[in-house]
């Protein structure tokens, strides 16, 4: 468990108890979700759903496939955000950082600080070398957590996401290297 936000927030790896509220996250974020995380939003769209996506993620976890954490609010105990750290390539000691800030919590710096915490736990944790972040233009928002983390853009990735039922978008690509 890592705290951020003088206690009002911390980053959790997933457990079993966050299926109902990770379900209530995505369904009050769903127009946030539906473009950049369309697969997270449809594997929690009902209770019994979520409790299949947290049991699947939790054995990711173990098996050190994909790491999915929580940002809780340690007040009301809800879901704020998730973090992703997944398509790791351990040969290469590569992987990609996800992440996704519910409304109600925008624009505080916290998902900066989960960021922050998360590229430095999977550089010391997972030796990992490189991280990149992968965000549409026009999600300034992310931009502007990707480059306050120290990720520098690196170039367009062509049609690199399908979205569901839209036509496949152009990607920015960020990266941060770690010579530790």
């Known amino acids: 468990m890592i705290t951020i936000a003088n206690g009002t927030f911390e980053i959790t790896p997933i457990h079993e108890k966050y299926a109902w509220r990770i379900c209530d996250f995505v369904t009050v974020n769903t127009s946030r979700l539906k473009t950049y995380f369309p697969r997270t939003l449809t594997e929690n769209l009902t209770p019994d759903l979520s409790q299949l996506f947290v049991d699947r993620k939790i054995k990711d976890f173990k098996s050190k496939n994909e790491f999915l954490f929580v940002i809780k609010n340690t007040i009301d105990r809800t879901v704020a955000g998730l973090l992703f750290v997944k398509n790791l390539d351990y040969t290469k000691k590569e992987a990609e950082l996800a992440y996704c800030i519910g409304y109600q919590h925008e624009g505080i710096g916290i998902t900066t600080m989960a960021v922050n915490k998360i590229t430095d736990w999977s550089f010391k944790e997972l030796d990992i070398k490189t991280l990149r972040i992968i965000v549409h233009k026009t999600n300034l928002a992310s931009i502007r ?36």
Request: charge should be negative; charged fraction near 30%; include cysteine.
């Open 145 to 180: 957590v990707a480059e306050k983390c120290g990720y520098v853009w690196k170039g367009t990735l062509p049609k690199e996401h399908q979205p569901p039922e839209m036509p496949a978008m152009d990607m920015e690509l960020y990266i941060k290297t770690h010579e530790g």
